[in-house]
């Protein structure tokens, strides 16, 4: 079997467009996704969001990869965690599905077969988001609470659900939940708990499954359910 090279997702952005300027354009962008808006008619996003994602992603092609991460320019914790901390305001952890979109998959699938045409082949494309171990940890602390820990599965498996299509021009091809502080820093529960909400998490089909962690630490715990879900392990 030929092995396939994929990326992990970060990436910087060009000197002329500054952060500031880049976050600004991000969270408009959202917003107008989630309204199902064409994100190039508007000047401001396509100078500033539009035109920085697609440079980047066709590097990313160019480069020669099998299978293309979108390019990760803004925050990798606030991609979910802006959206997440509206409705923490009402004391839930659940995003509404229509919500849970990543303004740069979203982009990406729009411009599907322009970028196809250019590149004379169908994208395989990877998308990656944090975890609901990372967000519990960031968001609520050590002390497990099963019904948050199952609201922050199902938000995360509703971000990945957005993310996933199969059509002429692009296919997702693999899907990444990040899970950086896993070995190091994590939830105090037990090895049944934590396969319990990777589990929810991973509640879909139609691209490989991986989980990206920093450390072995702790693996061992998820050695039977990583082999039962048929889960890829990627470590940085």
């Known amino acids: 079997m030929d092995p396939i090279i994929e990326d992990v997702g970060s990436f910087p952005l060009p000197s ?19 309204k199902g808006e064409d994100l190039t008619k508007n000047d401001f996003l396509q100078k500033n969001f539009c035109n920085v994602v697609l440079d980047s992603f066709k590097k990313k092609i160019a480069s020669g990869l099998d299978v293309v991460n979108f390019p990760q320019q803004y925050d990798g914790m606030s991609q979910v965690g802006d959206v997440l901390h509206v409705v923490m305001e009402n004391r839930s952890f659940l995003v509404e599905e229509k919500n849970a979109v990543l303004p740069e998959v979203y982009l990406i699938r729009q411009q599907a077969k322009v970028l196809s045409e250019e590149f004379g082949k169908k994208i395989a494309l990877r998308v990656c988001v944090f975890g609901p171990m990372e967000f519990y940890l960031r968001e609520v602390g050590y002390t497990p609470h099963q019904e948050v820990l199952d609201e922050l599965s199902e938000t995360i498996r509703r971000f990945v659900k957005n993310c996933l299509f199969n059509d002429k021009y692009i296919a997702t091809k693999v899907v990444s939940i990040d899970e950086p502080s896993f070995g190091y820093n994590n939830i105090e529960a037990s090895p049944d708990v934590i396969c319990g909400v990777l589990e929810k998490a991973f509640d879909f089909n139609g691209a490989t499954r991986e989980i990206h962690l920093h450390s072995t630490a702790g693996f061992s715990d998820l050695l039977g359910f990583a082999s039962s879900k048929e889960l890829g392990c990627v470590l940085v």
């Open 16 to 34: 002329n467009v500054s952060r500031q300027t880049f976050n600004q354009a991000y969270r408009i962008a959202r917003e107008a996704a989630v």
